[in-house]
Antibody, heavy 122, light 107 residues
């Protein structure tokens, strides 16, 4: 079955960095674009970034552009999000989500991981 | 950026009620709209894609309609498991954006 499992979250001081991972199984990873979506405690959903299925194209939310980097290793079936220069407002649960349609950026997300929590605090 | 505005922000209803949630886009998005359900402590689940297409495995009491800027999610007869928060999401252009959410709770 399709699974996405995030890891790498934790408590980090402002200005520091983390690398989040999303390990996938149950589908052909190299055929699907994957997105990161985050949710601050008690708040709504915020789209963060996307990487195309072949890794050739990426897009970011303005709030993270220049600080976050999305990447993927199709040989390891793993997606990454390098989060740098962390701010208090980056505190959130970070979800990776698969698009419903292969070989496209996708318009919607049919499978989600359980999330990894990033807490930025001094 | 395209802004997505949901209404109401919260609604109380009873089992068996019909509930409608609306989502308005700040500019036309054709049918590039999805709806998600999220329960506390869980990841969102896709309900509707392309404004009106029911995701596989989602009960038929859920339906979506609309195009352009105005969209609705309707639950025809509320069941106990439907009490949750609902989000719309546009994918017409980057950055993708979500509505602020509508919390549906028990009256």
């Amino acid at each position: 079955q399709v699974q996405l499992v995030e890891s790498g979250g934790g408590v980090v001081q402002p200005g520091r960095s983390l690398r989040l991972s999303c390990a996938v199984s149950g589908f052909t990873f190299s055929s699907y674009s994957i997105h990161w979506v985050r949710q601050a405690p008690g708040k709504g959903l915020e789209w963060v970034a996307v990487i195309s299925y072949d890794g050739s194209d990426k897009h970011y939310a303005d709030s993270v552009k220049g600080r976050f980097t999305i990447s993927r290793d199709n040989s390891k079936n793993t997606l990454y999000l390098e989060v740098n220069s962390l701010r208090d407002e980056d505190t959130a649960m970070y979800y990776c989500a698969r698009v419903r349609s292969a070989h496209s950026y996708g318009s919607d997300f049919d499978y989600w991981g359980q999330g990894t929590l990033v807490t930025v605090s001094s | 950026d395209i802004q997505m505005t949901q209404s109401p922000s919260s609604v109380s209803a009873s089992v068996g009620d019909r509930v409608t949630i609306t989502c308005r886009a700040s500019q036309g998005i054709n049918s590039w709209l999805a709806w998600y359900q999220q329960k506390p402590g869980k990841a969102p689940q896709l309900l509707i894609y392309a404004a009106s297409s029911l995701q596989r495995g989602v009960p038929s009491r859920f339906s979506g309609s609309g195009s352009g800027t105005d969209f609705t999610l309707t639950i025809s007869s509320l069941q106990p498991e439907d009490f949750a928060t609902y989000y719309c999401q546009q994918s017409k252009s980057f950055p993708y954006t979500f509505g602020q959410g509508t919390k549906l709770d028990i009256k």
